[in-house]
């Protein structure tokens, strides 16, 4: 079992940084990646970003490229999402996923981040 604990969402203007931060704990050993990825009233979810645990590798959707950036501290096992020039579409829940297999495994409870123009 994994535990994963967002934190850090809330209400930004266009243009503004938020940081968000996941917590994991349990078997963090097992995880092999960390991802965000975001929900929007009426949309699927999507996948925003994702880190490897070994190795620090990164990937980003095409829609935040550039603004945001998905860092990890081994040691707190912990992942952020630096989120900076903000705009009203990165309105959303995000939710923290680990991935121990072919699929994420595990979810938080997620974080909502609004963003007005």
């Known amino acids: 079992q994994v535990q994963l604990v967002e934190s850090g969402g809330g209400l930004a203007q266009a243009g503004d940084s938020l940081r968000l931060s996941c917590a994991a704990s349990?078997?963090?050993?097992?995880?092999?990646?960390l991802g965000w990825f975001r929900q929007a009233p009426g949309k699927e979810r999507e996948s925003v970003a994702r880190i490897t645990r070994v190795g620090g590798f990164t990937s980003y959707a095409d829609s935040v490229k550039g603004r945001f950036t998905i860092s990890r501290d081994s040691a707190k096992n912990t992942v952020y999402l630096q989120m900076n020039s903000l705009k009203p579409e990165d309105t959303a829940v995000y939710y923290c996923a680990a991935q121990s297999g072919p699929s994420y495994d595990w979810w938080g409870q997620g974080t909502q981040v609004t963003v007005s123009s």
């Open positions: 349990g078997r963090t050993s097992t995880i092999y990646a």
